[in-house]
């Protein structure tokens, strides 16, 4: 059957419809209908049963049935509810679908709160008619209908406990992950010379009362009659958070080149978040700083990025990052022609890569304010359009900011520069990007092979490399030593080894 409505002069005859006034249909549903699902993946579903994305239900369920079964969808993964089959999996089909299909929106409607969903499909299997709801993936909200939350559990419904609900509005980021309780903790956990110089910082007197300052500041709560810390807390001010929160950690490389190698410098960092931001924004500092030689022997050096750049974007990944995600942490990977900063978990609320400048939602807001009471962050403003300023005035590009399915990143980009060297027959040669790779590696080393250019740029040919090298020797600038497999190439002139190349420094090799 096609789309639209039956018409009476297509219905069969033999039989009165309810209101005595003509032949019923026998058709396998009457209503009016937009899109029609694919047969082919209704069957699939019907023939894999029941289970945690898929769910039966009569065409005669109940409103409250139907509720049910949609919020169990939603508090789970999503999945589709497919009406007309008996919950063994028996194709029984559904005669009057406009008002089984009003039954289902009005059931949406009246969960708590509302679950808004798309319009229901037909699917024609064994010449009866189906309706196909489908429950979206990834929403915002914890549903329930008369305060019962229910998830789907196998290829049924079950309630979900207190806790459980709780750890869904965490995901969901309903619920602050920052303000829970880690068990087992305590006051000891916290490490309270910190806090003093925490609330020195804030203008306190000596006297201050820092369990009360800490409970003002949601990083204490009372439990069971007891103070106990939060995971804002732990991660502020703890000894050692990573004991309780392993996630809670920067991974921090430089490599030589343009994309990830087998050569490089990694600083695992971890510790109360203060200490972390420090730590990353120095390793940012001076693994994206280069020396130049200018007249001789005086030496400067240049930054990259502006410092206050890589500091704001350290703050952002670690005040708005995802702490409730296991099994992730933030990463800096530096790049000879770029920063990226990776952090766990979406943009919070209703930021987005088209509005991050204008808006402000803030996943965090205990860690926010701690770090702002300390310098660290603008409570109200953190600091992107700040950063496009500096990025701009300092002739950079603009920032790209990517959504990706876990996560957020954002990338620096450096400005294209020729190397400075002592001598002008130097700055006058066109180098590619491959060969200023592989100098600065000459100048560190003293020597540079076949074999080392390889490994520094594995996805160029062998050949590539070979003319790479030829070039150089061609243009003076290296000297070829050896012959066949114990060839090597060394600077031929010595002065060139006071020269660091922008963007091919400071990182050690392993």
């Known amino acids: 059957m096609g789309r639209g409505v039956i018409r009476q002069k297509d219905r069969p005859e033999g039989r009165k419809p309810?209101?005595?006034?003509?032949?019923?249909?026998?058709?396998?549903?009457?209503?009016?209908?937009?899109?029609?699902?694919?047969?082919?993946?209704?069957?699939?579903?019907?023939?894999?049963?029941?289970?945690?994305?898929?769910?039966?239900?009569?065409?005669?369920?109940?409103?409250?049935?139907l509720a049910e079964t949609l919020i169990a969808l939603a508090n789970a993964e999503g999945g589709t509810l497919i009406l007309g089959v008996t919950e063994a999996g028996a194709v029984r089909g559904v005669r009057d679908a406009e008002l089984v299909r009003d039954r289902v929106l009005s059931a949406a409607l009246h969960i708590t709160p509302p679950l808004v969903l798309a319009m229901p499909e037909q699917a024609i299997v064994e010449n009866r008619a189906l309706l196909?709801?489908?429950?979206?993936?990834?929403?915002?909200?914890?549903?329930?209908?008369d305060g019962r939350y229910l998830i789907r559990d196998g290829?049924?419904?079950?309630?979900?406990?207190?806790?459980?609900?709780?750890?869904?509005?965490?995901?969901?980021?309903?619920?602050?992950?920052?303000?829970?309780?880690?068990?087992?903790t305590g006051l000891g956990d916290l490490d309270w010379d910190r806090v003093r110089v925490y609330a020195e910082n804030l203008g306190s007197p000596k006297s201050t009362d820092l369990e009360g300052l800490l409970r003002?500041?949601?990083?204490?709560?009372?439990?069971?009659?007891?103070?106990?810390?939060?995971?804002?807390?732990?991660?502020l001010f703890g000894h050692t958070p990573w004991l309780r929160i392993?996630?809670?950690?920067?991974?921090a490389v430089r490599y030589p080149g343009r994309e990830m190698g087998d050569q490089f410098l990694r600083e695992d960092i971890r510790g109360p978040l203060p200490d972390q931001i420090h730590r990353a924004s120095a390793f940012l500092k001076e693994n994206t700083s280069y020396e130049v030689t200018l007249g001789g022997l005086a030496h400067q050096?240049?930054?990259?990025?502006?410092?206050?750049?890589?500091?704001?974007?350290?703050?952002?990944?670690?005040?708005?990052?995802?702490?409730?995600?296991?099994?992730?942490?933030?990463?800096?990977?530096?790049?000879?022609?770029?920063?990226?900063?990776?952090?766990?978990?979406?943009?919070?609320?209703?930021?987005?890569?088209?509005?991050?400048?204008?808006?402000?939602f803030s996943r965090n807001p205990v860690l926010v304010q701690v770090l702002a009471d300390v310098g660290f962050v603008e409570r109200l403003g953190y600091g992107i359009d700040r950063?496009?300023?500096?990025?701009?005035?300092?002739?950079?590009?603009?920032?790209?900011?990517?959504?990706?399915?876990?996560?957020?990143q954002v990338t620096l980009y450096r400005k294209p520069e020729k190397p400075i060297a002592p001598d002008a027959r130097w700055s006058r040669l066109e180098l590619n990007p491959r060969q200023e790779i592989a100098l600065g590696y000459a100048i560190e080393h003293q020597r540079?092979?076949?074999?080392?250019?390889?490994?520094l740029c594995p996805d160029v040919s062998s050949e590539t490399i070979r003319r790479d090298l030829s070039d150089l020797v061609d243009k003076d600038i290296l000297l070829r030593i050896g012959r066949k497999r114990a060839t090597y190439y060394i600077l031929k002139d010595a002065t060139l080894r006071s020269v660091v190349l922008p963007g091919n420094t400071k990182f050690s090799w392993r």
């Open 18 to 65: 309810r209101n005595g006034k003509g032949p019923v249909s026998k058709s396998p549903v009457s209503g009016k209908f937009g899109n029609q699902v694919d047969t082919s993946k209704a069957r699939e579903l019907l023939e894999g049963g029941p289970d945690t994305t898929v769910a039966f239900a009569p065409e005669k369920s109940s409103a409250l049935s």
């Open 132 to 145: 196909v709801v489908d429950v979206p993936r990834g929403l915002p909200n914890v549903y329930a209908t």
């Open 155 to 184: 290829g049924g419904n079950r309630p979900l406990q207190a806790a459980e609900i709780h750890q869904l509005m965490v995901r969901r980021g309903i619920a602050d992950f920052e303000t829970q309780t880690p068990p087992g």
């Open 216 to 235: 003002i500041r949601a990083c204490l709560v009372e439990e069971d009659h007891q103070l106990r810390p939060t995971f804002a807390g732990l991660l």
């Open 246 to 251: 392993p996630q809670a950690e920067i991974t």
């Open 301 to 360: 050096e240049r930054p990259a990025y502006p410092e206050d750049v890589l500091r704001e974007v350290v703050v952002n990944a670690v005040a708005h990052r995802d702490y409730a995600i296991r099994g992730d942490n933030i990463r800096l990977f530096i790049f000879s022609d770029r920063v990226e900063v990776y952090s766990p978990g979406p943009l919070p609320g209703h930021i987005t890569v088209e509005n991050i400048v204008q808006e402000r």
């Open 387 to 408: 950063m496009l300023r500096s990025l701009a005035e300092a002739g950079l590009p603009a920032p790209h900011f990517e959504e990706t399915a876990a996560g957020f």
């Open 448 to 455: 540079i092979t076949n074999r080392d250019y390889q490994s």
